[in-house]
Nanobody, 124 residues
Framework: QVQLVESGGGLVQAGGSLRLSCQLS????????MAWFRQAPGKEREFLTA????????YSADSVKGRFAIPRDNAKNTLYLQMNNLKPEDTAVYYC?????????????????WGQGTQVTVSS
């Protein structure tokens, strides 16, 4: 059974940085395309960025291009979300997600496995 566990959330001031981690267990990490989403109160789950299982390709939403990066370490079964120049509107619960096959990397329904989420709060 695949399990995803996020960590690294917290409170940070605007302009600061934070790195989230997501560790996958139960299956071979390198067989999954991985992604990060977030959900703010009263809003739909929002796609942020995805990375191919090989690590060779990434795709990011315009809202985070140039600020967020999605490195992965297949040897450690871990996905990261490096967030720089954070803004108050980045406040949300952040989720990692995994899928073996993906047609639309931005669609939550394309992902089979989800972490429990980690809260990120950016103060102004």
């Amino acid at each position: 059974q695949v399990q995803l566990v996020e960590s690294g959330g917290g409170l940070v001031q605007a302009g600061g940085s934070l790195r989230l981690s997501c560790q996958l267990s139960g299956r071979t990490f390198s067989s999954f395309t991985m992604a990060w989403f977030r959900q703010a109160p009263g809003k739909e789950r929002e796609f942020l960025t995805a990375i191919h299982r090989s690590g060779a390709g990434t795709y990011s939403a315009d809202s985070v291009k140039g600020r967020f990066a999605i490195p992965r370490d297949n040897a450690k079964n871990t996905l990261y979300l490096q967030m720089n120049n954070l803004k108050p509107e980045d406040t949300a619960v952040y989720y990692c997600a995994a899928t073996r096959t993906v047609n639309s990397p931005t669609a939550p329904d394309d992902y089979d496995y989800w972490g429990q989420g980690t809260q990120v709060t950016v103060s102004s």
